[in-house]
């Protein structure tokens, strides 16, 4: 079964960090394109990073220069590290397989970040 | 950045009702568009890649069409199982926007 499962989800400080994994079953991650999006309380969906299989990364500007995507190929793997947390980054943190000339395919269920003091 | 504006941002409508959203991009986007569906609580699913074409599994009743900066999804006849927030999504370069969503309800 193809499958993607968040983790690392939390309450956090404002100006903390912390680090979200996602780890695939079913596929190979580096032979993917897998993203994040996320989601905050009653609001829409927002793409935030994506790694490609040849290792390239892309992020929005809003977490630019504060989070960070990499992968794990022995473990197959996902991670992305937040720093430098504020309020506006509260949000539901979806891992999401992009499927070359399809779309964002594969969902995980999310995990919940709280940023607050 | 592509932006995605979404029309209705909600609507109403009864089981049998033809429902039509529309996606528009603030620039041409080709036929690099999707749509998902996302009920409360629950991760979000694909419809419609490519602009128009089905996504395994998806029931016939959804439809999409356009291209360039105007979008439509459509569905044919709504079911019961058919009320949620839909989005469209461009895939055309980066950052891949999303649209702000339409919540189908019940009349």
């Known amino acids: 079964e193809v499958l993607l499962v968040e983790s690392g989800g939390g309450l956090i ?26 989601q905050a309380p009653g609001k829409g969906l927002e793409w935030v990073s994506v790694v490609v299989p ?43 397989r992009y499927s070359f000339g399809s779309a964002f395919d594969i969902w995980g269920q999310g995990t919940l970040v709280a940023v607050s003091s | 950045d ?14 049998g009702d033809k429902v039509t959203i529309t996606c528009r991009a603030n620039d041409g986007i080709g036929s690099y568009l ?9 991760a979000p699913k694909l419809l419609i890649y490519s602009a128009s ?31 949620a927030t839909y989005y469209c999504q461009q895939l055309h370069n980066y950052p891949r926007t999303f649209g702000p969503g339409t919540k189908v309800d019940i009349k």
């Open chain 2, 53 to 83: 074409t089905l996504h395994s599994g998806v029931p016939s009743r959804f439809s999409g069409s356009g291209s360039g900066t105007k979008f439509t999804l459509t569905i044919s006849s709504l079911q019961p199982e058919d009320f």
């Open chain 1, 54 to 96: 040849g290792g390239r990364t892309h992020y929005s500007d809003s977490v630019k220069g504060r989070f960070s995507i990499s992968r794990d190929t022995s473990k197959n793997t996902l991670s992305l590290q937040m720093n430098n947390l504020t309020a506006e980054d509260t949000a539901l943190y979806f891992c999401v």
């Open chain 2, 34 to 42: 999707a749509w998902y569906q996302q009920k409360p609580g629950k």
């Open chain 1, 13 to 38: 400080h404002p100006g903390g960090s912390l680090r979200l994994s996602c780890i695939a079953s079913g596929f190979i991650v580096s032979e993917n394109y897998i993203n994040w999006v996320r």
């Open chain 2, 2 to 15: 592509i932006q995605l504006t979404q029309s209705p941002s909600s609507l109403s409508a009864s089981v």
